[in-house]
Nanobody, 122 residues
Framework: VQLQASGGGLVQAGGSLRLSCAVSGRTFSTYAMGWFRQAPGKEREFLATINWSGGEIYYADSVKGRSTISRDNAQNTVYLEMNSLKPEDTAVYYC????????????????WGRGTQVTVSS
């Protein structure tokens, strides 16, 4: 299975971004997806997860209320929209996949994309 994240870039504080993750090599509708991020010198941080159908979603407190995870099973793509971005949101953002059910630990995910850089300027 291959995951390709995109949509990162440079944005001013208070702005918004929509990250995408295209999945191939597996029946996407059987895959739960997650978004994580990793800033320099820090551990990989869970952000959001969505189950295979989109019917179950869970967010980390750090992004709850200003982020939305969604999926389009017809397009084999999962999205993460982030609003009210802050400089501390600067990190490499990764998408990850696992069969069926949501999870929050990086070790629970079996497939990872390469990441997309998000930089928020103050």
């Amino acid at each position: 299975v291959q995951l390709q994240a995109s949509g990162g870039g440079l944005v001013q504080a208070g702005g918004s971004l929509r990250l995408s993750c295209a999945v191939s090599g597996r029946t996407f509708s059987t895959y739960a997806m997650g978004w994580f991020r990793q800033a320099p010198g820090k551990e990989r941080e869970f952000l959001a997860t969505i189950n295979w159908s989109g019917g179950e979603i869970y967010y980390a407190d750090s992004v709850k209320g200003r982020s939305t995870i969604s999926r389009d099973n017809a397009q084999n793509t999962v999205y993460l929209e982030m609003n009210s971005l802050k400089p501390e949101d600067t990190a490499v953002y990764y998408c990850a996949g696992r069969p069926w059910a949501i999870a929050t630990s990086p070790s629970d995910f079996e497939a990872w994309g390469r990441g997309t850089q998000v930089t928020v300027s103050s």
